[in-house]
Nanobody
Framework: QVQLVESGGGTVQAGGSLRLSCAVSGRRGSSYGMAWFARLPGQPRRFVSAITWNGDNTYYGDSVKGLFTISRDTAKNTLFLQMNDLKPEDTARYYC???????????????WGQGTQVTVSS
């Protein structure tokens, strides 16, 4: 069982920055394949970024490449998403997700947090 708790969302103006955090509780510490997804009500989730279980590889959705950075602090069992130059279209609820798979991409991310809201005003 893996528990994920996101924080760091809020309301910012366009061009601003936020750093999302995801505290990870599991038998493997934070050594899970992990990802961030965004979702608006009534719409399918959108892939934002992922990191492999050992941190060797990172992946980004096309719209956030060069703007967002995924990272992890293994000592604190925390996943981060640094979001720079935010745009109104980045507004969504952001979810942290984890998989026990050692492969990328995994079949699915099995564990999910409750999400944290990001609102970008123009």
């Amino acid at each position: 069982q893996v528990q994920l708790v996101e924080s760091g969302g809020g309301t910012v103006q366009a061009g601003g920055s936020l750093r999302l955090s995801c505290a990870v509780s599991g038998r493997r510490g934070s050594s899970y394949g992990m990802a961030w997804f965004a979702r608006l009500p009534g719409q399918p989730r959108r892939f934002v970024s992922a990191i492999t279980w050992n941190g060797d590889n990172t992946y980004y959705g096309d719209s956030v490449k060069g703007l967002f950075t995924i990272s992890r602090d293994t000592a604190k069992n925390t996943l981060f998403l640094q979001m720079n130059d935010l745009k109104p279209e980045d507004t969504a609820r952001y979810y942290c997700a984890a998989t026990e798979s050692y492969y990328y991409p995994p079949n699915d991310y099995v564990y999910w947090g409750q999400g944290t809201q990001v609102t970008v005003s123009s």
